[in-house]
């Protein structure tokens, strides 16, 4: 099971000092905490993207790209990237170019996003968000699979064969999961494709997320790609701890108070009753992180958002010390204890490549061909 943490990027003033960080002092800082995440022993740091203030992660291959270059190990992803803003030739090719600098190293989320301007910013109807994810999806892994493309379609312009470049390292593609906070459109995308679909799991009840995952893995079964147990499920998460749980209630409740999205709405209490935010002790978030399990089910990637309304940096590293040192090892030996074999692990390069290679050598068998591993001519890869 991945481990890590997302960030939305946001540029928040710190209400118990009245200071706002610029611009530049978040992106750096968004930086450190991703080094900080590999230093500390999770496995993946993910970015959100957005174009409007007060977030500044409006281009997230930049920064993925420059922190790729000072981890050895970090998965880097996004939280998430826009399928229907963006056109999916500059997704297929910002992502393959990322993925070969980073050795392999990167999956991305695809989403709607949350904000409605947006749209006509980038040439779109917000009406077309849902077909537009259909579309530029359908094109995009296209893109991805095959060398040369002739595609036509309503939202952009034709394609004549066309390559897009550099091809997929190893001629695998970035693994994709599906983000949604509401749309069951998005679960049945994910398990049509046999894709793992994340469930933001932050503002919503329990209630609301145990359906959303169970219909994606209703409909993933039904598409032939395993049984309901074995789709690819991550979670986001929400946390802030202190070793004293009344330590940590006092210190977040300002931040909590005044955060751009929840602020002046529902008391902290409440809103920690109704959703997955854990405020509290290390102990209390392995119980309630480990709660997940009972109405999702066995899954694969839990991210936790730890940086946000207005949060200081050294607040965030030390919650990452917290995460790395008290409740992720806890987390990874308990979900591994109760997880069963046949549940499969989270995608990443080099099992995708395995097997990839795997069902060419079946393929090949099943065709009555010598074994290629024996025949220096043999290309299984290439000839599928």
Do not use: C
């Not at 060398?147 to 593609?173: A, E, I, M």
């Not at 902290?268 to 290390?282: I, R, Y």
Request: aromatic residues 10%; glycine residues 8%; negative net charge.
């Amino acid at each position: 099971m991945q481990f890590g943490v997302f960030t939305v990027g946001d540029v928040t003033v710190d209400p118990t000092t009245g200071r706002e960080p610029s611009e530049h002092e978040r992106i750096k800082a968004m930086v450190t905490i991703a080094r900080k995440v590999e230093e500390v022993g999770l496995d993946v740091f993910a970015t959100g993207e957005h174009h409007n203030p007060p977030f500044v992660p409006s281009s997230p291959t930049t920064m993925l790209g420059w922190i790729a270059a000072r981890t050895e190990r970090l998965l880097l992803s996004t939280a998430t990237t826009l399928i229907t803003t963006n056109d999916p030739v500059k997704i297929a090719e910002d992502y393959a170019m990322l993925q070969h600098l980073a050795d392999g190293r990167v999956d991305l989320m695809l989403g709607r996003g949350n904000t409605g301007p947006v749209y006509p910013w980038f040439g779109k109807d917000i009406r077309a968000g849902i077909p537009l994810t259909i579309e530029n999806y359908d094109l995009l892994r296209r893109l991805w699979r095959e060398d040369v493309v002739d595609w036509s379609g309503k939202y952009r312009t034709p394609l004549q064969s066309f390559t897009s470049t550099p091809r997929p390292l190893d001629g695998v593609p970035p693994f994709v999961w599906h983000g949604s906070i509401r749309s069951p459109e998005i679960a049945e995308q994910a398990a049509y494709y046999g894709d793992g679909f994340f469930a933001n799991h932050i503002f919503w009840p329990k209630e609301h997320t145990q359906r959303m995952v169970g219909l994606y893995r209703e409909r993933f079964a039904h598409y032939g790609h395993g049984s309901p147990d074995q789709a690819i499920v991550g979670l986001g998460g929400q946390v802030f701890m202190r070793r004293n749980s009344q330590d940590a209630v006092r210190e977040f409740r300002p931040y909590f108070d005044n955060a751009p999205v929840y602020g002046h709405g529902p008391a902290l209490e409440d809103f920690m009753a109704q959703t997955p935010l854990t405020v509290g002790s290390p102990q209390q978030v392995i119980d309630r992180t480990l709660g997940f399990r009972d109405y999702v089910g066995d899954y694969q990637r839990q991210l936790f958002l730890i940086d946000h309304a207005g949060l200081p940096l050294k607040t965030v590293l030390e919650q990452l010390d917290l995460l790395g040192e008290e409740v992720v090892p806890v987390l990874r030996r308990e979900f591994a204890a109760l997880r069963p074999a046949h549940v499969p692990d989270a995608p990443t390069h080099a099992s995708l490549k395995a097997a990839r290679d795997a069902a060419a050598v079946a393929d090949a068998a099943a065709d009555g061909t010598a074994d290629p591993a024996a025949d220096d001519h043999a290309d299984p890869v290439g000839a599928r």
